[in-house]
Each structure stands twice: as structure tokens, then as C-alpha cells.
């Protein structure tokens, strides 16, 4: 049936770019997982926590209007934020107890 090939079609399409993306989005978590580890370096040898509430707050609205304004349900960024920030609090305390 040419309805069934259009849409098998279609969706390979669309899963190339949803693999595109997602690649795109794994190489960006690197870029900011190796800026967190530097951050956390910094705060180890200065005796800072590994955790700054203030900022936390003031990123979790920032990714919340960012996601309105791309179309995005904002509890989806404030899901990546908690995931994000959870792991880089948990690297930074790891880099804290070694030094």
C-alpha cells in the first residue's frame, strides 16, 4: 500500500533526526559535564560546597522561561536541570573528598 510505504518513510525520516539530536545532545552533555568537573576543581581548592542552592534556583527558572519560549513543557527542563545538577553535585563532592 503506497499510505503504509509514505508512512514508513516518514518515520525513518524522523527517527534520523531524532538520532542526529540526540547525538547532538550527548557530545553537548560532555562539553558541560568537563565545565562542571573544571568548577568543581575550583571549589574543592577554595574549601567551597559542592552545592550552591542560590544559583540552583535562579537555573531552574532560566531553563523554565527557555522552555516556554521554545514550545518545551517547562517540567521537562527542570527534569533535565534536577538530573544535570544532581550528577554534577555528586562529581563535585567526589573531587571534594579526594583533595
Do not use: C
Amino acid at each position: 500500500h503506497p499510505e503504509t510505504a509514505e508512512a514508513v518513510q516518514a518515520i525513518e525520516r524522523l527517527r534520523g533526526s531524532i538520532d542526529n539530536v540526540d547525538t547532538a545532545i550527548v557530545m553537548l552533555l560532555a562539553e558541560r559535564f568537563k565545565y562542571t568537573e573544571e568548577v568543581g576543581r575550583w571549589k574543592a581548592q577554595a574549601g567551597f560546597a559542592p552545592a550552591d542552592a542560590e544559583r540552583e534556583h535562579r537555573q531552574v527558572a532560566r531553563l523554565r522561561a527557555l522552555a516556554e519560549q521554545a514550545g518545551l513543557d517547562p517540567d521537562i527542563a527542570e527534569g533535565y536541570h534536577a538530573f544535570v545538577v544532581g550528577e554534577s553535585k555528586t562529581r563535585h563532592q567526589r573531587i571534594a573528598d579526594a583533595s
